[in-house]
């Protein structure tokens, strides 16, 4: 089963409580307003780079107790933008952008952060991912323009998905954005119900979701607008 919802997460909390759902495993807005002109801002550098529309919601913090106690595995992206407003764990993943990359900087490898911090609610040790995705030089989708500001590697999502979940578990992401994750599950076999809540990335998200659903065989693909 994958379903894909257009609307606020937040209006459709009683039903993704109920679902049943193994994980939630989301990158969320980070609330730091983010400026996503990527193209005017960087005219002149190499990297090749688009404008994208101002991420929903990032004009104000995110709240992400709404997530926290229903699940029995919790991934959240981008984490250390709000992590007084989480509990303590011991099952933080550094995910590794530059991956062997070395720069002449004296201080970080450029404008963008040389990893991420993902917060999880499983395990005691923090764990290390490695997997170039800096600008241009990425690891994986090569040959690929990045469709959203923060899209994430299916790749990374891949191996998240699966060290955490079984095939035919169940898996939700509220902030769905290009569909990445949904895409991961369809690959990996796993269910998955994915919210979004702007027009342009929901269209988005059926149109890479639904073509890795069919490569993969995957029939059962609801669209909820």
């Not at 990893?115 to 989708?141: D, F, P, Q, Y």
Request: glycine share 8%; aromatic share 10%; hydrophobic share 35%.
């Amino acid at each position: 089963m994958i379903e894909l919802i257009y609307g606020d997460c937040l209006e459709h909390l009683d039903y993704l409580y109920k679902v049943g759902a193994k994980a939630l495993i989301t990158d969320p807005q980070y609330g730091i307003g983010l400026k996503t002109n990527y193209k005017d801002r960087r005219r002149g550098k190499l990297a090749e780079c688009n404008n994208f529309a101002p991420i929903v919601g990032d004009d104000r913090p995110f709240d992400p107790s709404p997530w926290l106690h229903n699940f029995s595995v919790v991934v959240l992206f981008g984490a250390n933008y709000y992590a007084d407003k989480l509990p303590i764990s011991g099952g933080w993943i550094v995910w590794d952008k530059l991956n062997g990359l070395e720069s002449k900087r004296t201080w970080g490898f450029a404008d963008n952060s040389d990893c991420e911090l993902i917060w999880t609610n499983v395990g005691n040790a923090a764990r290390i991912l490695r997997h170039r995705w800096m600008g241009a030089l990425k690891e994986s989708e090569r040959n690929q323009r990045r469709v959203h500001p923060t899209q994430k590697p299916i790749a990374l999502m891949q191996r998240i998905i699966e060290h955490f979940t079984e095939p035919g578990d169940l898996v939700i992401d509220p902030y769905m954005g290009s569909g990445t994750t949904g895409i991961a599950c369809a690959q990996t076999q796993r269910n998955f119900i994915g919210v979004e809540i702007s027009a342009h990335n929901f269209d988005l998200s059926v149109g890479r979701v639904s073509a890795a659903a069919q490569e993969a065989g995957r029939e059962e693909l609801k669209i909820c607008r």
